[in-house]
């Protein structure tokens, strides 16, 4: 689902980011309900920032004030009856044109996905944010697959491309 967004691109650059885990749904400029392997995972735009809500998580990539952790490379836990594990990559464009091109492909990669959400905001037609399901088995269920996200936080400004993958699995 493509959501243009009239707000302006709140996040400056790739290394504002923050990491948080367990944060209450916060302001959401987008939001994309989507069930999978039983669960209900809501993927939400915030600003040029994200968070997914999914059973037991709450994950939050966004420039957030005060206490919170800059963006890891990677991280896990264990939740009540899940583990989670997170990783995080910047891809540095060196002009404009591969710039965009990484984005235009993503966005087309998304397009027609009822599982991705892909927010556009003004004043660039590459300040895009999105978040996609990965693909999961037909009737699998979480404990046999997991439930996995990515992510692509695209920064015209710098060219870079902040892209994250996640993963909650239910351990057998």
């Given amino acids: 689902m493509l959501a243009v967004l009239d707000t302006p691109y709140q996040d400056a650059r790739a290394d504002g980011l923050s990491f948080a885990l367990g944060l209450p749904p916060l302001d959401a400029l987008a939001v994309l309900p989507v069930e ?3 669960v209900t995972v809501e993927l939400r735009l915030l600003g040029a920032s994200h968070q997914v809500l999914a059973g037991p998580l709450s994950e939050t990539v966004a420039c957030l004030p005060g206490a919170a952790s800059p963006l ?11 583990t989670y594990a997170f ?9 404009d044109a591969a710039f965009g091109r990484a984005v235009e492909a993503v966005c087309a990669r998304l ?29 699998a269920t979480a404990r046999q697959s997991g439930i996995g996200w990515r992510t692509w936080h695209a920064y015209p400004q ?15």
């Fill in 36 to 38: 999978r392997a039983g």
């Fill in 72 to 82: 890891p490379g990677s991280a896990a836990t264990a939740l009540p009856g899940w």
């Fill in 158 to 172: 710098t060219r870079e491309i902040v892209m994250t993958r996640s993963r909650l699995v239910r351990p057998s």
């Fill in 87 to 95: 990783t995080a990559e910047t891809a540095a464009h060196d002009d």
């Fill in 111 to 139: 397009a027609d996905r009822g599982d991705a959400l892909t927010g556009a905001f003004p004043g660039s037609p590459h300040a895009v944010t999105a978040i996609a399901l990965d693909a999961a088995a037909p009737h």
